[in-house]
């Protein structure tokens, strides 16, 4: 297994299906090494990017082993944990470590909003099971579970729990965990169009969305902001922006399944009740896309 070092840029990797929807493991292989290739330094597979709500219990693990085979080492492999229930929970965490995985990203119940009470010892009891590394993922936006830099504070005993995807939506909650916990836990941006503003508070890492499609421009914007070349990052930041925003929308995976497709990465396939975009969505999209290209910046010298 690969030691998570927890810095740089982790994608939440698209999961990949043929046209009947079926798990398409050659094209995720493909999509896998190229995110490494790239320059990437993990992988993050079956999160909400990664369709997690529409696979089963043994898909989710067959794409955790996938990317195993694929980072041989070179890159930790996180997989995600969205369970909604706890003893599920306990279940998936054991057999992905069975498989290989370097350790854990852990979502709330999907389906079910805890009081922090709850959210937390789901957590501890999730940490037991795993004995892996775990990267805790608040979504408060989404998944309507918060827990506070309080909370953090008190979990610091979990020795499991050594990260933190913040996408609260809100920048002043990296500063206010660094008050509180201070350098307890790595802290990963997990709002992409909030990537320039979290690292220049202090964020160790991304888990990034776009990237998934330009991961070289997402590493450099990385490299740059952790070089205090603010100046170089926020150029680079400005042409990238209309792309991140599109990870920040209910329709994030037809999004960036067709920016994917749009350069040549992947395809638009998805497992219904999603379909690809369509009329003036899909338009709009494409138009992004190709001002993005039209535009691109040469990164090269950042890699």
């Known amino acids: 297994m690969a030691a998570i070092k927890w810095e740089g840029v982790f994608p939440a990797v698209t999961t990949k299906f043929h046209a009947n929807e079926e798990l398409d493991h050659a ?69 992905a470590r069975d498989l290989g995985v370097d350790g854990f990203m852990v979502m709330p119940s999907v389906l079910y909003a805890a009081d922090a009470f709850e959210a937390k010892a789901n957590l501890r009891t999730i940490a037991k099971a795993a004995k892996l590394p775990i990267m805790v993922y608040n979504n408060p936006v989404t998944y309507k579970v918060d827990l506070t ?43 992409d169009d909030l990537s320039f503003e979290g690292l220049a508070v202090g ?11 330009f991961p070289k421009e997402t590493v450099a914007l990385y490299k740059l902001m952790k070089a205090g070349r603010y100046a170089e990052a926020l150029k680079l930041y400005q042409w990238f922006m209309p792309l991140l925003h ?11 399944k067709l920016v994917e497709a749009l350069v040549g990465v ?37 890699l």
């Open 27 to 95: 094209e995720m292989e493909k999509h896998f090494s190229f995110m490494i290739d790239s320059g990437c330094h993990g992988l993050v597979t079956c999160g909400s990017l990664g369709e997690a709500s529409t696979l089963s219990f043994e898909e989710k693990l067959a794409v955790a082993k996938t990317a195993v085979k694929v980072a041989n080492g070179r890159v930790p492999v996180l997989a995600n944990v969205s369970e909604t229930r706890t003893a599920n929970a306990e279940r998936y965490v054991q057999e």
């Open 149 to 191: 830099p309080a909370d953090f504070k008190e979990l610091a005993d979990c020795e499991e729990l050594e990260s933190i995807k913040e996408s609260t939506d809100n920048i002043r909650r990296v500063t206010d965990l660094r008050n509180v916990v201070g350098d307890r836990y790595a802290i990963f941006m997990g709002v």
């Open 203 to 213: 964020a160790d890492g991304l888990l990034a969305g776009l990237v998934v499609a």
């Open 246 to 256: 599109l990870d920040v929308s209910t329709k994030l995976v037809q999004n960036l």
């Open 266 to 302: 992947g395809n638009e396939n998805v497992r219904r009740p999603r379909q690809p975009l369509r009329g003036a969505e899909r338009e709009f999209i494409v138009q992004v896309v190709q001002q993005a290209l039209a535009t691109r910046p040469d990164v090269s010298a950042y």
